[in-house]
């Protein structure tokens, strides 16, 4: 069975610095792109930042670039987004979605796997 699954959400102040975790089961990462999401109450998902299968390109929403970084670990299957600085505009349900031999897309409908999403809540 294919599966993404996130991890590392959680309520943290403004300024402050949390790490997502997506990890993948029932298939190698290695030949896919990653990408970040996330969705806020009310709002269209919307793409925060992607890194190419073979991690050479890397690509971030303006509204997160000089904060947040992308990274993968294929030799455990995962993916990161370390976001640092939080603020409250940050708050929403983020995603990772994997696309194979994606060229970091930052389209929802370009990716083939998603998982179920982890809640960050920025506030104080």
């Known amino acids: 069975q294919l599966q993404l699954v996130e991890s590392g959400g959680d309520l943290v102040q403004p300024g402050g610095s949390l790490r997502l975790t997506c990890a993948a089961s029932?298939?190698?990462?290695?030949?896919?792109?990653m990408g970040w999401f996330r969705q806020a109450p009310g709002k269209e998902r919307e793409f925060v930042a992607a890194i190419m299968w073979s991690g050479s390109l890397t690509r971030y929403a303006d509204s997160v670039k000089g904060r947040f970084t992308i990274s993968r670990d294929n030799a455990k299957n995962t993916a990161y987004l370390q976001m640092n600085s939080l603020k409250p505009e940050d708050t929403a349900v983020y995603y990772c979605a994997a696309k194979r031999y994606g060229v970091a897309p930052m389209t929802p409908i370009e990716y083939d796997y998603w998982g179920q999403g982890t809640q960050v809540t920025v506030s104080s």
């Open positions: 029932g298939f190698s990462l290695d030949d896919y792109a």
